[in-house]
């Protein structure tokens, strides 16, 4: 059974720092892992996607690795924003297609 | 990606009614996905809706408290029946990008409150 957690499950930090997330999983049979973003009472936004294939994906100020032989995704913030303040998931599909997610990481930059 | 638009995007609601989520797509999709995001948890795939059949339930979901309509390719709805405070969540619809290669899309969300 897939299992993903994240650590840390909060954090708080100010403006300007670099940032590391975790995400592990048990089952490294993946196609890809899929990390979001989600603002208090709101959707989901997807921020970057890594085929099992890749060993990382970059977008902005974001960088995101995989390593599949050990279970484990991070993402990266550079030189992080009060904007930035938002709850990070990362999830892995299963071949049914269902996605399952990680317990999140909850974020705050204070200016 | 595909574009979600999703309604409402909020609710309050009485104990004992119901509500229906309306999720819309902007492009041809086999599969939609409802979740739920309990306060303060991650998200659970309620059911998967496929057009022309019935949709597939996760365990500890069933049809008559979350029947889901997909009458076509681009359109579902989620029902929310009967419901109490316990149902109190962020309901949230999904699709998948075409070949497994583009990730998955949220809609943005209902955030319902059942009083």
């Known amino acids: 059974k897939q299992e993903v957690t994240q650590i840390p499950a909060a954090l708080s930090v100010p403006e300007g720092e670099n940032l590391v997330l975790n995400c592990s999983f048990t089952d490294s049979a993946i196609y890809n892992l899929q990390w979001f973003r989600q603002d208090p009472g709101k959707g989901l936004t997807s921020l970057l996607l890594?085929?099992?294939?890749?060993r990382e994906q970059t977008s902005g100020r974001l960088n995101a690795s995989l390593d599949k032989s050990s279970g484990r995704s991070t993402l990266y913030i550079a030189a992080s924003q009060p904007g930035d303040s938002a709850t990070y998931l990362c999830?892995?599909?299963?071949?049914?297609?269902?996605?399952?997610f990680g317990t999140g990481t909850r974020l705050q930059v204070f200016p | 990606s595909a574009v979600i638009s999703q309604k409402p995007s909020r609710d309050i609601c009485q104990r004992g009614t119901s509500l229906t989520i309306q999720c819309q797509v902007d492009?041809?999709?086999?599969?939609m996905f409802w979740y739920r995001q309990q306060p303060g948890q991650s998200l659970t795939l309620i059911a998967t809706a496929n057009q022309g059949s019935e949709a597939t339930y996760e365990s500890g979901f069933v049809i008559d408290k979350f029947p889901i309509s997909r009458p076509n390719l681009t359109f579902s709805t989620l029902t929310v029946s009967n419901m109490s405070p316990e149902d109190s969540s962020i309901y949230l619809c999904?699709?998948?990008?075409?070949?497994?290669?583009?990730?998955?899309?949220f809609g943005s969300g209902t955030r319902l409150t059942v009083v």
């Open positions: 492009s041809q999709v086999t599969m």
């Open positions: 890594i085929q099992s294939s890749q």
């Open positions: 999904s699709v998948e990008g075409v070949g497994r290669h583009y990730g998955y899309t």
């Open positions: 999830a892995v599909p299963l071949n049914t297609d269902k996605l399952i």
